[in-house]
């Protein structure tokens, strides 16, 4: 005998639980179109299935790992039956690559600024007021 959740379908709640994905965020990946909109009980209610808590996994996963909402829309339909192609999961996933690694050099640029301008602070000013402050020069930079 099936369970009433198997019979009437996960609720919102229910979903977001499984997944560990935030409820409005359930909303707005459907309000976007990244996720179908379920069938609706008598009630109104969402009533969702299996194949929707596998998918936001797959979203919740694919965020994770920092690619972005149009990129996901190209995973999803290469992830479905007869879609796959490897070889337009690695373009997508190459080029999101790139962009890390511009981000990581970026980050490591960003790190040497500030760990030479807190350097300084300490040096000159050792945290007391002062007019002419490191860190407050470098900020006013344009």
Sequence with gaps: MASITALR???IGALARRTG????????YERIGLVPPPPRTGGGHRSYAGQDADRLRFIRRARELGFGIDNIRTLLVLAQRGHASCAEA???ATAHLTDV??????LAKLETILSETVSQCDAQCGGDATPLCPVLEVLQQT
Excluded: F, M
């Design 9 to 11: 379908g996960l609720t």
């Design 21 to 28: 994905v935030n409820i409005e965020t359930i909303r707005y």
């Design 90 to 92: 690695r373009a997508v």
């Design 101 to 106: 690694r511009a981000k990581q050099s970026d």
